[in-house]
């Protein structure tokens, strides 16, 4: 299975910052990267999709970019809503071959 | 508007088996691939099986092979999670998501509220 791995584990920032996170894949995923953000006890939400897409009704600060095995998610000014916890995942398909569906460990954004 | 509502969450017995169900309204349920992700108290998201739009495939996270079976009803516009052999590490809250299809790129664009799975004796 392919491994997502994110850095760093936990970010402390503060409002109006400019904070950059990284999702690194054990092997090449092209542009099949996708990005999460979870609040405590709710359900994760698409932000980007395709490594660099915004998912409708997402706010523009945020911004994803990267492929191969090597991705961001930058936030340009930090508001108060977005303190959360942000998970890659990687969606890459083999012709005729399913990949399981992984997820980085997150990375929890704080104040 | 996609709405995805969870349920058969509990405390179970080590062993013993559970349905998780979820509803889902508001598209072409037949159209998509469904996936259960669950998270584990504290920690991180885990894929954990995936059945194709018209059931035809279907996959599953090796921690769970030979106990979980993943279904669906098209006609029911439900999608369900027969758990069986149950374990303290299956504890978690277990959510039902679509999985959307554009030019060869697949992502999770709509997600339930979760239901509580607990593994307890």
């Known amino acids: 299975d392919i491994q997502m791995t994110q850095s760093p584990s936990s970010l402390s920032a503060s409002i109006g910052d400019r904070v950059t996170f990284t999702c690194r894949a054990s092997q090449s995923i092209s542009s099949n990267l996708n990005w999460y953000q979870q609040k405590p006890g709710k359900a994760p939400k698409l932000l980007i999709y395709?490594?660099?897409t915004l998912q409708s009704g997402v706010p523009s600060r945020f911004s994803g970019s990267g492929s191969g095995t090597e991705f961001t998610l930058t936030i340009s000014s930090l508001q108060p809503e977005d303190f959360a916890t942000y998970y890659c995942?990687?969606?890459?398909?083999?012709?005729?071959?399913?990949?399981?569906?992984?997820f980085g460990q997150g990375t929890k954004v704080e104040i | 508007q996609v709405h995805l509502v969870e349920s058969g969450g509990g405390v179970v017995q080590p062993g013993r088996s559970l349905r998780l169900s979820c509803a889902a309204s508001?598209?072409?349920?037949?159209?998509?691939?469904m996936h259960w992700v669950r998270q584990a108290p504290g920690k991180g998201l885990e894929w954990v099986a995936v059945?194709?739009?018209?059931?035809?495939?279907?996959y599953y996270v090796d921690s769970v092979k030979g106990r979980f079976t993943i279904s669906r009803d098209n006609s029911k516009n439900m999608l369900y999670l027969q758990m069986s052999s149950l374990r303290a590490d299956d504890t978690g809250v277990y959510y039902c998501?679509?999985?959307?299809?554009?030019?060869?790129?697949?992502?999770?664009?709509?997600w339930g509220q979760g239901t509580l799975v607990t593994v307890s004796s």
């Open positions: 508001g598209f072409l349920f037949s159209s998509y691939a």
């Open positions: 059945i194709w739009y018209d059931g035809s495939l279907k």
């Open positions: 998501a679509r999985e959307d299809l554009v030019g060869g790129y697949t992502w999770f664009d709509s």
């Open positions: 395709a490594a660099s």
């Open positions: 995942q990687q969606s890459y398909n083999i012709p005729r071959t399913f990949t399981p569906r992984t």
